[in-house]
């Protein structure tokens, strides 16, 4: 199965300023032969199921605030928040959805206001 | 508006058996693969199955490979579960979840509210 880590575990971040949460895969999740990176970003705000934020690594869904981006290459994944919000208090998982059987995610990265 | 209602969660006894259903709605149910996501508490997701449009490829992770089943109604629009040999650690709340697209490797959008199974003497 594919690993997933994230990085940090939590992070506080003050009103307005930037969060980052990093995603690293065991191996790579993308095809050479349509060159889209199979990794996708969720929110979880408590006692919810996991909201899809970002799909193909970077394709904001719709709906989503475009504070929130997803970038990243080979093995390597970055959600940012670019100006949190109080409602932007969630855990955030990262998940590859590239090998069947095991669409693996993150242990996920809780993000809460300094 | 797509819809995705479990049921069927429970306390149930070690070794025992459960059957989770997904009604699902707003959208051609039989177009789409279908997954079934656990979370333990306090943990991150954990992909359990996922099944072909038409029922007749099944995957599943190697957690629960030989003990639970996924199958579909595609005439009623409803997922199923059978979950059998249950153990402490499935213990979990189970969700039923819409891939974005009609492909199996996609994206998953949206997620029911879940139903909690909980395995316990």
């Known amino acids: 199965d594919i690993v997933m880590t994230q990085s940090p575990d ?15 895969s065991s191996q790579s999740v993308s095809y050479s032969s349509n060159n889209k990176y199979y990794l996708a970003w969720y929110q979880q705000k408590p006692g919810q199921p996991p909201k899809l934020l970002i799909y193909w690594a970077s394709t904001r869904e719709s709906g989503v605030p475009d504070r929130f981006s997803g970038s990243g290459s080979g ?36 993000v809460d206001i300094k | 508006e797509v819809r995705l209602v479990e049921s069927g969660g429970g ?23 279908m997954n079934w996501v656990r979370q333990a508490p306090g943990k991150g997701p954990e992909w359990v199955a996922a099944l072909s449009a038409p029922g007749d490829r099944t995957y599943y992770a190697n957690s629960v490979k030989d003990r ?16 059998s040999s249950l153990r402490v650690e499935d213990t979990a709340v189970y969700y039923c979840a819409k891939p974005r697209s009609v492909l199996l490797r996609s994206a998953f959008d949206p997620w029911g509210q879940g139903t909690l199974v909980t395995v316990s003497s």
Request: charged letters at 10%; proline letters at 4%.
């Open chain 1, 10 to 24: 939590s992070l506080a971040v003050s009103l307005g300023e930037r969060a980052t949460i990093n995603c690293k």
């Open chain 1, 75 to 110: 093995t390597d994944f970055t959600l940012t928040i670019s100006s949190l919000q109080a409602e932007d208090v969630a855990v955030y998982y990262c998940q590859q959805y590239y090998s069947t059987p095991g669409f693996t995610f993150g242990p996920g990265t809780k």
């Open chain 2, 11 to 33: 306390l149930v006894q070690p070794g025992g058996s459960l059957r989770l259903s997904c009604a699902a709605s707003g959208f051609t149910f039989r177009s789409f693969p």
């Open chain 2, 68 to 83: 639970f089943t996924i199958s579909r109604d595609n005439s009623n629009n409803t997922l199923f579960l059978q979950m």
